[in-house]
Structure formats: structure tokens, C-alpha cells
């Protein structure tokens, strides 16, 4: 048996490992080129490799393709491979064919990656052996080859689930859905939200499923199907007989509340670690599979008050002249620039967005944006969706393709006790080499001038 992996990155050289050490023929290809490192894995581990090249006749005789989440079914490789039937699955969906472990497998448009690493961190906290993999972390597939966790927390985009199909997680944790990556799903609102979906899709009555009941593409979803893992919702809307309800967990505006049998964990949301609703409804989500798995409620609450979210997420970069710099370069699709802006009552905002545009629709925030925004701040080689769109609903409007002039600006529109907030809203690849880049360069930026 053949297997051929398409993209060496840390998933596709964690997946090239995993099935040399099971014994199969393995040929990796990239059409760029690989990072030194994993270049070098592969000639110690002795697995022949290409860069920025893909050769048909090494990959179309291949017994099974794991492809990187980052190649899209459009290229002609891919075509191919389908064109002979040879099967395309994800690094996600052969590594979990070789581990005993269980899973907690955690999605959504926006929130994935906080949820992510504050149940690892709380599982961890709590004393369970458990690893940390997916769309944040290390390889999967290269963790399973020791397999030494008894639970993995595993964060999936819709990319990595696209190509799984016998995955089957414990708990799935769907946070919510929002259009995004639809360049991906020819433009279709309901592929992408099916995308989302294949979370459950191997899931049984023994299962768990922690979902935000409050979003309508999931809400509809959840009307045309047969849903078989137990359902524990998540909402910012209960209804008065709902409230001390068994299984039910929600935010008010003063108050979380999550439940899970016997166990009920309640949190002011001023002694949040993490602020805004959006993490609100992160954390819950988070506590709910706390409390399935067992965690003592005083170890879950222990183990949050330490918790520290993962940079470029409304990450506080530093203070110039009174003046507060936010870091929430993640924010690559316009709901999570709702959220982000959610996040502040008081200050006047100065809000740098801007990059490649993904399609977005920006009357989601227009209120919003209205209400808070003093300054606008384009970031990016073509802004001119933005600048058109929120021309005369926001007293400024600047361009700049720089962070350094950004900063600049920030500094001198800005008046003490304003916060500029860099929350893009698209993604970064026109003047960055990634939304990390990107918020890397605005802290470094923030912090040589501080």
C-alpha cells in the first residue's frame, strides 16, 4: 500500500512519520518549497520527498492521498487523483484510525482556536493526560505514532473535516457559523455550512455535541437532520423556564451559567479572564466538556482564573501616550471584528482593518462601527470596498500599506484613553506572509516605541 502526502507542512510531514512508522510506502510532494526543518525530518526518517514540483506519475499510482487542508479541490492534482477514485482523506482522519485515545474535536467560523487551548489548559490544569493538536499545535498524526494520551483536544477547520469521514470525536464542540473561506465552497453559503457540520457526522447516542443554539445557520441545519450524539446547547437567549434547566448552559449579560447533570458552574462576567460575549459563549463551551469528562467544579475554576489566551486575539500589545494597542490580527472575516468591537464599552476606537478581501459583507458591523470607530485605518494594497463602504459613517478615514505608519497615525489621532485596535476583518496576504506576520510586525511596532 502506497501513500502518497500532498503539502509538507507540520501536518503533512506529522502524517508522512505516521504511516512510515505503520509500515507503509510513503512519498511526500510539496509545489512550494519546505521549511528546513521538515525537510530534514524527512531524510532522517528516510521518506523520499519533492518540493515545488508535483510529478503525476510518483502520485497517481498512490493507494490512498493525504492532503494538507491548504490545497484546494480545484487544482488540477487533485482532479486527477478523483478522476481515478483513488481516495483523498485528511491528516486528521488517518491519524485517528491508529490512537485509542478520546477526542474532543472543536470548530466554528470564529472561537475555535480560544476554545482549543482553554480545554486543553483546563483538562491539562485538572491532571488529565492529554495533547494538544489539530489546527493549533503539533501534528496529530505524529503525536499518535507514541500515542501516549489518554485525550487529545483537537482544534479542525472546515478544511481538515472536508476530507475526514470516519472521524469520530467524543465531544465535537461546533462554536458557531459565519460565512467565510466561501471561495472554497464556489461561493455557497450552505456548502460551507455542511463543511461544519461532518464535526458529528460519524458521532452515536454515546457521543456529545456542545453547539451555540443562538446562531441560525445552525439552528436551521439542526431542523433537517437526525441528530444522534447527546445535544448540549449553548445560548445567550434563555427563556425564563429554561434557566435552571438540566443540560442547558447560557450567558446574560451578568451571569454564565453551564450545566451538565449534577454539575453546575455559575461565573460573574466581570471575573471573566477573557473579555466580551463571543468568549463568554468560548468559555462555556470549554466548561461544558469540563464537566462532561468529570473535572471537579473547583478544578475548573482554578484551572481558568490561569489561563492565558494565545496572541494576535484581542491581545493588549502596549501603551503609547495613553494610548491602548490591540492586537487581534486573527480576526480575518467580519464577524469576528463584531465580536472584537463588542468587546469594548467606553473607549473610542481607532480601527485598523484590511487586506485581501474574502467577499465580506461589512452591514454586519455597520452600527457598530458607527457607534465606536472615531478613525479608520486601511491596511492593505487595495482598499477600496472599504474606504466605499464606510465613506460618511465615520468621521476619518486613512490608507496606509505600513505598520510602522500605522502606528504613527494611531499615536497621533489618538487621545488618551482611546485603544487602537488592528482587527482586519480580511485576510493577510497582500503585504503579509500570514495573520501572525501581521500581528507580529504591529507589536513589535507598538513595543519599540512604548
Given at each position: 500500500?502506497?501513500?502518497?502526502?500532498?503539502?509538507?507542512?507540520?501536518?503533512?510531514?506529522?502524517?508522512?512519520?505516521?504511516?512510515?512508522?505503520?509500515?507503509?510506502?510513503v512519498f511526500l510532494s510539496d509545489k512550494g518549497k519546505l521549511q528546513e526543518s521538515y525537510r530534514q525530518t524527512?531524510?532522517?526518517?528516510?521518506?523520499?520527498?519533492?518540493?515545488?514540483?508535483?510529478?503525476?506519475?510518483?502520485?497517481?499510482?498512490?493507494?490512498?492521498?493525504?492532503?494538507?487542508?491548504?490545497?484546494?479541490?480545484?487544482?488540477?492534482?487533485?482532479?486527477?487523483?478523483?478522476?481515478?477514485?483513488?481516495?483523498?482523506?485528511?491528516?486528521?482522519?488517518?491519524?485517528?484510525?491508529?490512537?485509542?485515545?478520546?477526542?474532543?474535536?472543536?470548530?466554528?467560523?470564529?472561537?475555535?482556536?480560544?476554545?482549543?487551548?482553554?480545554?486543553?489548559?483546563?483538562?491539562?490544569?485538572?491532571?488529565?493526560?492529554?495533547?494538544?493538536?489539530?489546527?493549533?499545535?503539533?501534528?496529530?498524526?505524529?503525536?499518535?505514532?507514541?500515542?501516549?494520551?489518554?485525550?487529545?483536544?483537537?482544534?479542525?477547520?472546515?478544511?481538515?473535516?472536508?476530507?475526514?469521514?470516519t472521524f469520530r470525536p467524543y465531544i465535537s464542540i461546533l462554536t458557531n457559523i459565519t460565512p467565510d473561506h466561501?471561495?472554497?465552497?464556489?461561493?455557497?453559503?450552505?456548502?460551507?455550512?455542511?463543511?461544519?457540520?461532518?464535526?458529528?457526522?460519524?458521532?452515536?447516542?454515546?457521543?456529545?455535541?456542545?453547539?451555540?443554539?443562538?446562531?441560525?445557520?445552525?439552528?436551521?441545519?439542526?431542523?433537517?437532520?437526525?441528530?444522534?450524539?447527546?445535544?448540549?446547547?449553548?445560548?445567550?437567549?434563555?427563556?425564563?423556564?429554561?434557566?435552571?434547566?438540566?443540560?442547558?448552559?447560557?450567558?446574560?449579560?451578568?451571569?454564565?451559567?453551564?450545566?451538565?447533570?449534577?454539575?453546575?458552574?455559575?461565573?460573574?462576567?466581570?471575573?471573566?479572564?477573557?473579555?466580551?460575549?463571543?468568549?463568554?459563549?468560548?468559555?462555556?463551551?470549554?466548561?461544558?466538556?469540563?464537566?462532561?469528562?468529570?473535572?471537579?467544579?473547583?478544578?475548573?475554576?482554578?484551572?481558568?482564573?490561569?489561563?492565558?489566551?494565545?496572541?494576535?486575539?484581542?491581545?493588549?500589545?502596549?501603551?503609547?501616550?495613553?494610548?491602548?494597542?490591540?492586537?487581534?490580527?486573527?480576526?480575518?472575516?467580519?464577524?469576528?471584528?463584531?465580536?472584537?468591537?463588542?468587546?469594548?464599552?467606553?473607549?473610542?476606537?481607532?480601527?485598523?482593518?484590511?487586506?485581501?478581501?474574502?467577499?465580506?459583507?461589512?452591514?454586519?458591523?455597520?452600527?457598530?462601527?458607527?457607534?465606536?470607530?472615531?478613525?479608520?485605518?486601511?491596511?492593505?494594497?487595495?482598499?477600496?470596498?472599504?474606504?466605499?463602504?464606510?465613506?460618511?459613517?465615520?468621521?476619518?478615514?486613512?490608507?496606509?500599506?505600513?505598520?510602522?505608519?500605522?502606528?504613527?497615525?494611531?499615536?497621533e489621532i489618538g487621545r488618551p484613553g482611546d485603544v487602537v485596535l488592528l482587527s482586519p476583518a480580511c485576510a493577510?496576504?497582500?503585504?503579509?506572509?500570514?495573520?501572525?506576520?501581521?500581528?507580529?510586525?504591529?507589536?513589535?511596532?507598538?513595543?519599540?516605541?512604548?
Open positions: 500500500m502506497k501513500i502518497v502526502v500532498l503539502g509538507g507542512g507540520e501536518s503533512g510531514v506529522g502524517a508522512a512519520l505516521l504511516a512510515k512508522a505503520k509500515g507503509f510506502e524527512l531524510r532522517d526518517n528516510a521518506i523520499p520527498f519533492e518540493e515545488e514540483t508535483h510529478t503525476e506519475d510518483l502520485i497517481l499510482d498512490a493507494t490512498e492521498v493525504i492532503k494538507s487542508p491548504g490545497i484546494p479541490d480545484k487544482v488540477d492534482i487533485i482532479k486527477k487523483l478523483k478522476a481515478l477514485h483513488i481516495p483523498i482523506i485528511s491528516e486528521i482522519e488517518f491519524a485517528s484510525r491508529y490512537t485509542k485515545a478520546k477526542l474532543v474535536a472543536i470548530t466554528g467560523s470564529n472561537g475555535k482556536t480560544t476554545t482549543t487551548l482553554l480545554t486543553y489548559h483546563l483538562f491539562k490544569e485538572a491532571g488529565l493526560n492529554v495533547g494538544l493538536a489539530g489546527n493549533v499545535g503539533h501534528s496529530f498524526a505524529e503525536l499518535v505514532i507514541e500515542d501516549k494520551f489518554d485525550w487529545y483536544v483537537l482544534e479542525m477547520s472546515s478544511f481538515q473535516l472536508d476530507n475526514s469521514y466561501l471561495d472554497r465552497y464556489d461561493y455557497k453559503f450552505e456548502n460551507y455550512i455542511d463543511s461544519k457540520f461532518r464535526i458529528i457526522q460519524s458521532q452515536t447516542p454515546e457521543d456529545y455535541f456542545i453547539y451555540y443554539r443562538d446562531s441560525p445557520p445552525i439552528k436551521e441545519k439542526l431542523e433537517t437532520i437526525e441528530l444522534k450524539p447527546l445535544a448540549l446547547p449553548i445560548t445567550t437567549s434563555p427563556e425564563g423556564s429554561e434557566l435552571g434547566t438540566t443540560n442547558l448552559s447560557y450567558v446574560t449579560d451578568s451571569l454564565l451559567r453551564t450545566s451538565y447533570k449534577t454539575s453546575e458552574i455559575q461565573i460573574a462576567i466581570k471575573d471573566l479572564p477573557l473579555k466580551g460575549v463571543h468568549n463568554a459563549l468560548n468559555i462555556s463551551c470549554a466548561l461544558v466538556a469540563c464537566q462532561i469528562v468529570g473535572i471537579h467544579d473547583t478544578a475548573i475554576l482554578a484551572g481558568l482564573q490561569t489561563f492565558r489566551n494565545a496572541p494576535h486575539r484581542l491581545e493588549k500589545v502596549g501603551e503609547i501616550n495613553g494610548v491602548t494597542f490591540i492586537n487581534d490580527s486573527k480576526a480575518t472575516n467580519v464577524d469576528s471584528v463584531f465580536y472584537a468591537l463588542g468587546s469594548f464599552d467606553q473607549e473610542p476606537l481607532i480601527w485598523i482593518a484590511g487586506g485581501v478581501d474574502k467577499g465580506n459583507d461589512y452591514t454586519q458591523i455597520e452600527e457598530l462601527v458607527k457607534q465606536k470607530v472615531k478613525a479608520l485605518i486601511c491596511l492593505g494594497k487595495d482598499n477600496s470596498k472599504l474606504k466605499a463602504f464606510f465613506k460618511g459613517k465615520i468621521p476619518a478615514i486613512y490608507e496606509s500599506q505600513s505598520i510602522e505608519d500605522v502606528i504613527t497615525l494611531g499615536t493577510s496576504f497582500d503585504l503579509f506572509r500570514n495573520y501572525e506576520d501581521r500581528g507580529d510586525q504591529f507589536r513589535k511596532a507598538v513595543v519599540s516605541r512604548e
